[in-house]
Each structure stands twice: as structure tokens, then as C-alpha cells.
T-cell receptor, first 117, second 112 residues
């Protein structure tokens, strides 16, 4: 079974430029997460989707960040314009949340390492 | 609120044991443990639910003391492959959907 796929793996841009990251979750997984991971830190949730609905975007800086999950499968995270402080690894994760289940194991993708110059 | 992990780093020789602790100031519903190797994705190890259960995964096991809002990860007879950063993620016991918040990690290095 294929894991979570992310692209690109690395991206270097100049500040004020736009950038987009793509994620393809594990087939059949209804929940998708975008995390930001700074060096030496744990993943921090940016947004969580249940199917195509964003159910938790409270930590997403909406002035410059946007995300979409059309058709409840693939997802794109965009930053426009990028700032120096956005340099980090952006992780995508997916899980299968079954109604009535009391936990969900998240499967992470390899991440996109963004460097803003 | 971010859980607190201890120690921040540990070096072991192959075959030695280690304990990584995770504590929260909030009542918890679940604790998640992941391992991440440098430049790779975090990999799921186990989830513990409130009820004080203990789980095992090969030579890695964990406990969850909901009264103390703490979880511990036990690595026995460590192998070189155990090297990496271990993250705990905690889910508050507040009802309904609650996001998992990860600690800053414990860096474990196993040397020959």
C-alpha cells in the first residue's frame, strides 16, 4: 500500500514569492492534516480536513496561508507571500476515522522542506 | 497545550534500556507516540487511551497514567535502529474533537 505522497520534497524561494505544496493521502483515508515542523520541534497542526471540509483551521495564518482539499482526496497548501520565518518542513498526514472509533493513527508523508531566502 | 517530554536527549549503548516521559497539565484522553529519523516522516508507534492501559510493540512498550496525566515509553534492549527523535502527542479529555498536540521530542542515539 502506498504511503502519503508529498511534492515537492524541497523548495527554495525568495521572500514574497508564492509557493504551493501538494499531498496525496493514503487511499481511503478520510481525514487529512497539514503540519508545520520547525527544526528541533514537534509537528504543529495547521489545518485538519474531514473529507473536503476543514474542521480545524484555527492555527492556520489565514492572511498568507490557504489550503484546499477538493473532492476530499488530494490537498494543496499555499503560502502567498512567503516570509523568511516560513522556512520549515511542511508535513501532510492522513488517517481513517471510523465513526465510533476512539482513536486515529496518523500516517505522515516525508514532508516538503521549504527554504525562504 | 504542549506536553513536556523528558529527557530532551539520551545516548545509549546497544542493549541498554531507556525511558522517555511525557506529561501534560491537562486531563488527557489519549497519548500518541511517534518516532522520527532525521529527514524522514514521523512513524507511528502506538496510541494509549485513558484507562491506564499499557501497550507493547516488540521491545517498545508504553504506559499511561491518566490520574497523573503522564505517559512513559519504555525501550528495552535497545538496537541501533531505535535511534531517532521520539515525540509524544496528547489529546485533551474535553469531549468531542480535540487536536493532538506534540511535544518537542526526545532525541535518542544508540551507539555500538
Amino acid at each position: 500500500e502506498a504511503g502519503v505522497v508529498q511534492s515537492p520534497r524541497y523548495k527554495i524561494i525568495e521572500k514574497k514569492q508564492p509557493v504551493a505544496f501538494w499531498c496525496n493521502p493514503i487511499s481511503g483515508h478520510n481525514t487529512l492534516y497539514w503540519y508545520l515542523q520547525n527544526l528541533g520541534q514537534g509537528p504543529e497542526l495547521l489545518i485538519r480536513y474531514e473529507n473536503e471540509e476543514a474542521v480545524d483551521d484555527s492555527q492556520l495564518p489565514k492572511d498568507r496561508f490557504s489550503a484546499e482539499r477538493l473532492k476530499g482526496v488530494d490537498s494543496t497548501l499555499k503560502i502567498q507571500p512567503a516570509e523568511l520565518g516560513d522556512s520549515a518542513v511542511y508535513l501532510c498526514a492522513s488517517s481513517l476515522d471510523i465513526t465510533g472509533a476512539s482513536y486515529n493513527e496518523q500516517f505522515f508523508g516525508p514532508g516538503t522542506r521549504l527554504t525562504v531566502l | 497545550q504542549q506536553p513536556v517530554q523528558s529527557p530532551q536527549a539520551v545516548i545509549l549503548r546497544e542493549g541498554e534500556d531507556a525511558v522517555i516521559n511525557c506529561s501534560s497539565s491537562k486531563a488527557l484522553y489519549s497519548v500518541h507516540w511517534y518516532r522520527q529519523k532525521h529527514g524522514e516522516a514521523p512513524v507511528f508507534l502506538m496510541i494509549l487511551l485513558k484507562g491506564g492501559e499499557q501497550k507493547g510493540h516488540e521491545k517498545i512498550s508504553a504506559s499511561f497514567n491518566e490520574k497523573k496525566q503522564q505517559s512513559s515509553l519504555y525501550l528495552t534492549a535497545s538496537q541501533l535502529s531505535y535511534s531517532g527523535t521520539y515525540f509524544c502527542g496528547t489529546e485533551p479529555d474535553s469531549g468531542g474533537y480535540q487536536k493532538v498536540t506534540f511535544g518537542i521530542g526526545t532525541k535518542l542515539q544508540v551507539i555500538p
